[in-house]
Every structure is written in structure tokens, then in C-alpha cells.
């Protein structure tokens, strides 16, 4: 067996791509609300998330990292928790911001052939088999996004929850696409959508498109739906008996 099909995941192609036995789609019904439920009482008692996207390949010193860690620095001063997909690169340098600066930092791992381990500056995290259950969670539980440079993971985050606020499928609340250079080909073709009326002009105006941290703040603990859920506390009580423990101070 080759090495590419030595780490392929037949069970989740298999389901995908073709029928199977209706005992093999109820097991893998179960295997997916589980990993729901293993996200639920992970981040069940965590409020007030910033969840910040971006390339798991930018190192410590490039430009994108060094602002991704400046930016969640400045977050957790508002009392924002930083939530990434757990990971390195713009995730850690999230993560890492938000850990100097004496805040609150979660990841949500993803299970990958080549093992993506979680980075050292997490107080609380899980790893997640499946990308659609891991994105779900991710926007379950923020409150803004920010979509730094990245790949093509990136990309489907960012347009996955803004398709789910143009369908108001979810409320509209904060984006930001952050770095005009690396992104400027991406904010022209969605002009040209607007131009072409595949999306409308509101469309286009559901993101802050910026370079300027400043405004990025601003933008996010301004925003109507900000402000409304920083009012709202979390009022469960953990329960011993569901393995349910206090969140750590935030």
C-alpha cells in the first residue's frame, strides 16, 4: 500500500461517496454525535470567544504571525476568550498572544493523517475527527470571526459562516478579513460577484475588509451582537456526574 493510501480515511470517503448498509451509516451517525458531545461539555461553560483563522504554515517572525499574536493580545483586554482550530501557525500565534497577555485561550484540534498536535499555549482544548463537526463547533461558540492569511481551510471557514449569515441561517455577527495585500485578489472577485448580481451589494458588506488592528477591535466590541451577548453570562452549573468542571477564570 502506498503511503497516500495508507493514511486515507476510507470511513469517512466511504460514507460520502457511496451507499452503505443502514447498521454502517447508524455506527457512523453515533461516531459523529459523539465528537458533537465531546465539543459540547469541553467549551460548555467557556463565553465570549474570538475565534481567529488562518495558515497553520506562517512560523514565528513572519509578518502575519507576529500580527495575529499583537491582535489577540489586545482581544483578551476586552475579556474576549481566543478560539483557533488549535493548531500551529496563525493558530498558535493566536493562542500565544492571548496566553502572554494573561487571557484565556482554547483550541479545536482536527485529526489528520499527518498528526496536527495541539500547540503549547492552550488552557483547554479537544481534538475532533471530523471537519464538518469541528467547524460547527468553532462558530457555535463565537462570537466574531477573523479570517487572517491562510489556505484553503481558511477560505472554507470564512465563506461557510458568511454564507450561514447572508441565508440567516445564524445572526449577522462580526467578521474580519485581515491583510489587504494577501487577500486583495479575494475581495476583487467578490466585487466582481456584486457586479455580476451573484451576490448583492448588502453581500458584500458582511465583512470588515483591513490591515489596521485598531479598526478590527473596534469593529468587533462594537458590533450590535457583541455587545448584547458580553451582557449574557453563562448560568449552568457543572454537573460531577456528566465529568463537568468549572471553566477557568477568564
Request: contains cysteine.
Amino acid at each position: 500500500m502506498n503511503t497516500e493510501l495508507k493514511h486515507f480515511n476510507f470511513e469517512e470517503y466511504d460514507f460520502i461517496e457511496k451507499k452503505q448498509s443502514r447498521w454502517k451509516e447508524f455506527l457512523f451517525l453515533i461516531k459523529v454525535i459523539i465528537e458533537f458531545i465531546k465539543g459540547f461539555r469541553t467549551f460548555h461553560f467557556i463565553d465570549h470567544c474570538i475565534t481567529i483563522f488562518g495558515s497553520a504554515r506562517f512560523t514565528e517572525g513572519n509578518e502575519y504571525y507576529e500580527k495575529t499574536r499583537e491582535l489577540a493580545a489586545k482581544l483578551v483586554q476586552y475579556k474576549f476568550t481566543i478560539m483557533t482550530g488549535g493548531g500551529p501557525g496563525i493558530m498558535e500565534a493566536a493562542n500565544r498572544g492571548a496566553k502572554e497577555a494573561g487571557g484565556y485561550s482554547i483550541g479545536c484540534n482536527i485529526q489528520l493523517p499527518h498528526e496536527q498536535k495541539p500547540n503549547p499555549y492552550l488552557d483547554k482544548w479537544v481534538t475532533i475527527k471530523y471537519f464538518f463537526v469541528r467547524k460547527m463547533l468553532l462558530i457555535k461558540y463565537s462570537n466574531a470571526f477573523i479570517v487572517m492569511p491562510g489556505g484553503y481551510g481558511t477560505l472554507d471557514e470564512f465563506f461557510e459562516s458568511i454564507t450561514l449569515v447572508q441565508t440567516k441561517k445564524m445572526p449577522s455577527f462580526p467578521i474580519v478579513v485581515f491583510g489587504k495585500e494577501y487577500h486583495q485578489h479575494l475581495f476583487n472577485h467578490i466585487q466582481l460577484m456584486v457586479k455580476n448580481g451573484t451576490i448583492s451589494n448588502e453581500d458584500a458588506n458582511l465583512f470588515l475588509f483591513t490591515d489596521d488592528i485598531e479598526e478590527a477591535i473596534q469593529y468587533i466590541v462594537n458590533h450590535p451582537l457583541v455587545i448584547k451577548r458580553k451582557k449574557q453570562t453563562t448560568s449552568f452549573i457543572p454537573k460531577w456526574w456528566m465529568g463537568e468542571r468549572e471553566a477557568l477564570a477568564q
